[in-house]
């Protein structure tokens, strides 16, 4: 008999006015609240209570630009700004939570992978292994770029090269620097750690150069839950070498099918097990008690979003200002260094789609997965036949209006029933890790463990 798999639960949120869409001035929405530390302890404390297994925080330095400029709109309509940065909310939200997870995005272009491997591993501490960490190359990187004043600018897969060798450099600083038994915290014997079991980490390599022994000792999980999102070609090779959970934005079952096979297929061709890589999908699910009440809803919803909006929204992710071209070129003529996950979604689609068609899906969709609207019983149908359609393992809600009316909605009407049929219930362990794969550490799989903290002593040079 096929056992049900237990659907993940968790919830797709940023630090600014609106979670996406410009949707502050909204009743439901959350204009005066989202700067309150307050705010997001009680949202955590909400899902904590339901039982999701975490809160997922996007994040960017950046802003969307148009030209080298930010458009009005991204400050008039509040567009993904202004923003806080989430990472410092996590150890607020965590002790007023008991099993909830957390996941925060920081990007490995502008970030140094010493300061990101110890800022997550405090994290780790902090929240008693709770802590995952969206890797992402980065979104907004023009505007990224010029606040940091980074003038070297890498191809599109060059960034996920150097974003390999950032996560290696991670790794070897939570996995090989110190050893299981090497803090001892021995009073008597005033030692507080052995350092016959401190290893040196070495890394020279053409994006990263570091050397020491890492401050952090060893946390419950060591590594954060690597979560990642890009899912152009070159995303999904990293997302097949590295990840343990790769985000997704499922449009349809037949589709994200096809995503969450291609993922798992080159995670076996890199010698890990399929199940070593969790899928989780963004939707949006707009619920009523009646059909008519939340088509009524989702139409509301789906007002909020201009058309100039969307295309500033659509530049900041892609580079691309589409009000500028021919609406008759073909999605798949247009390239771009920056995220290309948009405009292959649209291409594979449709290889024939204009330029012009894609600011009508978009001004409704946006970043979206999924669209669900119904009945509890018919978005539980749903959820239930995505799942069992497209081997994803999990669900990352995405608030309609910003704040947290959409969540409890769902938590109230659509929660009991996928729990009454079997496939939401408490989460697993206590750690961010067991919630997603059942245990506490890396996989035995995982390259993590094939690495060492020393680079090859020498690598010949003829
Ligand atoms: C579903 C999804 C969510 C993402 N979330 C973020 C984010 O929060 N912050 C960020 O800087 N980039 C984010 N990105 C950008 C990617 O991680 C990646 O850096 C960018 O899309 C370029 O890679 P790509 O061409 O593979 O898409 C996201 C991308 C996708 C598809």
Known sequence: MNEKKRIRLG??????????????THPEGRGDDWDRLDYWVELAQELDAAGFDFLFFADTYGYATLGGRMPEEVA?????????????????????????????????????????????????????????????????QATTDELFGVT????????YDAADSFLDTCLKYWEHSWDDDAEVRDRARRVYADPAKLHRVEVDDAYQRSQGIFAVPP?????????????SDRGRAYAARNAEAVFIQGQTIESAAAHVRDIRDQAVRNGRRAEDIAVVTGMTVTVAPTRAEAEALRAEYE?????????????GITGLD???????????????DLGQTLIQRYARQDPEMRVG?????????????????GTPEEVADEIEAIIDG?????????????????????????????????????????????????????????????????????????
């Open 11 to 24: 919830v797709f949120e940023m630090m600014n006015p609106s979670n996406g869409m410009p949707t502050w």
């Open 76 to 140: 008039a309509h509040g567009i993904q700004f202004p923003a806080l940065d989430p990472m410092l909310a996590i150890t607020a939200l965590a002790r007023a939570t008991e099993n909830l997870g957390f996941v925060v995005t920081s990007p490995t272009t502008v970030e140094r992978p010493y300061a990101t491997a110890r800022r997550f591993a405090s994290l780790d501490r902090f929240t008693q292994g709770r802590i995952g960490w969206n890797v992402v190359t980065g979104s907004s």
């Open 152 to 159: 070297e600018t890498l191809s599109h897969d060059g960034k």
């Open 219 to 231: 946390t419950p999980q060591r590594t954060p839950v690597l979560f990642q999102a890009g899912t």
């Open 303 to 315: 007002e909020l979003l201009g058309r100039d909006d969307a295309a500033v929204m659509f530049a």
């Open 322 to 336: 589409l009000t500028g071209l021919d609406p008759e070129t073909r999605v798949v003529d247009l390239t771009t």
């Open 357 to 373: 068609d894609i600011l009508d899906q978009f001004r409704t969709k946006a970043i979206r997965g999924f669209q669900v609207t």
């Open 390 to 462: 497209s081997g994803i393992d999990g669900i990352m809600l995405e608030p309609t209006f910003g704040g947290p009316a959409a969540y409890r909605a769902f938590i109230d009407l659509v929660v009991p029933v996928l729990a009454g049929r079997g496939r939401v219930g408490a989460p697993e362990g206590s750690t961010l890790r067991e919630h997603i794969s059942g245990t506490p550490r890396l996989a035995a799989t995982h390259r993590a463990h094939r690495l060492t903290a020393s680079a090859p002593a020498h690598t010949p040079v003829d």
